[in-house]
């Protein structure tokens, strides 16, 4: 199939690509390349993807730092998702379900 891409292209064009021996053999790049051009197609905002350098695969989009730290507190003290006070509780409450 490449084969016959190459010789329409070539046909039409003149320009002789070489499809078959020069394809991208990496799956983690072609996927990289397929969601480029869907988030392009999309118009997605790009916010949060810095470039990395251009190299002959082309943009490989990767993710910038995380600079902050989250606002969500937890304090130890207060009950946990169980409703105990602390975990002696647990060990209490284990102990009377193994008496029973």
């Given at each position: 199939?490449?084969?016959?891409?190459?010789?329409?292209?070539y046909k039409k064009t003149g320009?002789?690509?070489?499809?078959?021996?020069?394809?991208?053999?990496?799956?983690?790049?072609?996927?990289?390349l397929i969601l480029n051009a869907g988030l392009?197609?999309?118009?997605?905002?790009s916010d949060g993807i810095t470039k990395t350098?251009?190299?002959?695969?082309?943009?490989?989009?990767g993710?910038?730092?995380?600079?902050?730290?989250?606002?969500?507190i937890v304090d130890e003290e207060e009950n946990n998702e169980f409703g105990l006070d602390n975990v002696n509780d647990?060990?209490?409450?284990e102990a009377d379900q193994q008496e029973h």
């Amino acid at each position: 199939m490449a084969a016959k891409v190459d010789k329409l292209i070539y046909k039409k064009t003149g320009v002789q690509l070489r499809i078959s021996q020069n394809h991208i053999r990496c799956f983690c790049h072609k996927v990289a390349l397929i969601l480029n051009a869907g988030l392009k197609a999309l118009e997605v905002s790009s916010d949060g993807i810095t470039k990395t350098k251009n190299s002959t695969l082309g943009f490989v989009p990767g993710l910038s730092s995380i600079c902050e730290q989250s606002e969500e507190i937890v304090d130890e003290e207060e009950n946990n998702e169980f409703g105990l006070d602390n975990v002696n509780d647990l060990d209490i409450d284990e102990a009377d379900q193994q008496e029973h």
